[in-house]
């Protein structure tokens, strides 16, 4: 089901739904998420850009709607929002505001290994709190020196009695600061490394030795704080170990797989952004005594933008029924609707600051922010260099 106060009800036979015309609540849910964003989110996106403050507001608006954390399974206090009712959160809220939509991604990303691989117990520790707003959930993978090789972490976990203690730094981790829980990968066996030698443990912002490095200064995504997690003696109980010890890589791939959709998301949501704010524009401003959009240049920009967000939305949403039936082929569709639908989202923001002209290189007018906002999305979660190495090994 979806989220709870948006007035949409349970997508019965999610999984089977049609390719081509998400359900009538597919699209009711997108009505009520557009609203809100428009309403609680767009007034302080340039904002939060400038500042490069967290969007306290959009995470207030958010969990008041049950929509911060829609993935959540009702077993657990959520609403138990299908794979793509979960892209139609994030693409809607991206649309206003890339920043915020790191809100319900993240929130996923980093609660997915528990809802993949946890125990119960787990699960209703830490899914209940994130469902009601009380937390939010960050995801621990890449290191210094261990960016898209993953499996060169440096982090340790050493078993200790009923405790596992952690050592190590982890950089690049979104929302980092802000939340509560994190999902950390470490090595609890040196010689096996991704064949059984790393493990994924939940780590609480509060546990003794956990601490936090200065935010980085990035071109896009500002509102969204990145910075490095550092771990020194961290000693956790090790019940928090998510599944079995040595399970770690394999769970974290999963999660990719599942994830990697949620970035598509967030592309497709801010390059309608930019592509509905440059249809406006050429609307309206007028050379040569005419309205820039009836000239026929302009007009095939246009039609190339909308085609290629309308390819990128469609292998978007296959992808997200796979991550709902959990298809042999996930892995692949993930990867080619996260890499196609950057790079898309790259171009028709670009093109949409084009159109603008001079305009459209200045802060004054929203899409010189969607640019800097959609080029992350060609980077993390995986390169797109390593989701065409991720297609070429898993091509349907």
């Known amino acids: 089901m979806v989220a709870r106060h948006t007035g949409v009800r349970a997508v019965a036979g999610a999984a089977d739904f049609d390719l081509y015309r998400p359900a009538e609540e597919h699209e009711l849910l997108r009505e009520s998420v557009r609203a809100l964003a428009e309403a609680k989110i767009a007034p302080h996106a340039a904002e939060v850009d400038e500042q490069g403050r967290f969007p306290q507001e959009a995470l207030d608006a958010l969990v008041a709607s049950d929509l911060h954390a829609v993935h959540v399974p009702e077993s657990y206090g959520g609403g138990g929002a299908d794979a793509l009712a979960t892209v139609i959160v994030i693409e809607e809220v991206a649309r206003v505001c890339a920043s915020s939509s790191l809100i319900p991604a993240v929130n996923k ?26 937390a939010m959930f960050s995801y621990a993978l890449s290191e210094p020196d261990a960016g898209s090789d993953a499996g060169g972490m440096r982090t340790r976990a050493v078993r200790d009695g009923d405790t596992y203690v952690l050592n190590g730094v982890k950089r690049w981790i979104t929302n980092a600061g802000v939340s509560e829980y994190y999902t950390v990968m470490a090595v609890t066996d040196a010689d096996k490394r991704t064949r059984g030698g790393i493990s994924a443990f939940v780590v609480e912002k509060g546990d003794e030795g956990v601490s936090f490095g200065a935010p980085e200064k990035k071109l896009g995504i500002k509102g969204s704080p990145t910075r490095e997690v550092y771990l020194d003696n961290v000693r956790i109980p090790a019940d928090r170990l998510i599944g079995e010890e040595g399970t770690g890589f394999a769970t974290a791939m999963r999660t990719l797989d599942h994830t990697r959709i949620t970035i598509a998301a967030q592309a497709l949501g801010i390059a309608q952004g930019a592509l509905d704010y440059a249809k406006g524009y050429v609307a309206e401003r007028k050379q040569f005594g005419r309205p820039v959009g009836d000239f026929q240049g302009v007009q095939f920009m246009l039609a190339d933008m909308a085609m290629k967000l309308e390819a990128a939305r469609q292998l978007t949403y296959a992808a997200a029924a796979r ?58 979660e995986g390169t797109n260099q390593i989701q065409r190495i991720v297609m070429a090994r898993n091509l349907p």
């Open 109 to 134: 990303l980093g609660s997915m290994p528990v809802l993949l691989s946890g125990s119960e117990e787990l699960k209703a520790r830490y899914l209940a709190p994130l469902a009601r707003g009380e």
């Open 323 to 380: 991550s709902e039936r959990g298809d042999s082929d996930l892995t692949f569709f993930g990867a080619a609707a996260k890499c196609y639908a950057s790079d898309a989202a790259m171009e028709i923001t670009t093109d949409a600051v084009q159109l603008l002209g001079g305009y459209g290189y200045t802060r004054d007018y929203p899409v010189e922010r969607m640019m800097r906002d959609a080029k992350i999305t060609q980077i993390y």
